[in-house]
């Protein structure tokens, strides 16, 4: 059973900044790529960021310029660094991994989600 678990959220002022983690655990597995969603009540569940096995990022244009992600292949974990932070940024924070080498299917791609993690950004 793969477990992905979320932490660093919180209550944080404009502007400032603060670091989302994510822990996978498991066992016969391997992580593709990894990532963030965010979600406000209503509304979709929206991509934030993204980073593969090889550390190859991509970033939402909204958090673009300001967010950066790297992850620990050894430890399963990637952390999401966000800095100048707006009123607009807070959301529940999803991580999500795409993970290969569960059986008896072990070529296939399975998605993953954690529990979430509140951010709000005061004004």
């Known amino acids: 059973q793969v477990q992905l678990v979320e932490s660093g959220g919180g209550l944080v002022q404009a502007g400032g900044s603060l670091t989302l983690s994510c822990a996978v655990s498991g066992s016969d597995f391997n992580i593709n790529t990894m990532g963030w969603y965010r979600e406000v009540p209503g509304k979709q569940r929206d991509f934030v960021a993204q980073i593969t096995t090889d550390g190859v990022t991509k970033f939402a244009d909204s958090v673009k310029g300001r967010t950066t992600l790297s992850r620990d292949n050894a430890e399963n974990t990637a952390h999401l660094q966000m800095s100048s932070l707006k009123p607009e940024d807070t959301a529940v924070y999803f991580c999500?991994?795409?993970?290969?080498?569960?059986?008896?299917?072990?070529?296939?791609?399975?998605?993953?989600w954690g529990q979430g993690t509140q951010v709000t950004v005061s004004s």
């Open positions: 999500h991994a795409v993970v290969t080498g569960i059986p008896p299917f072990t070529r296939s791609m399975y998605p993953f």
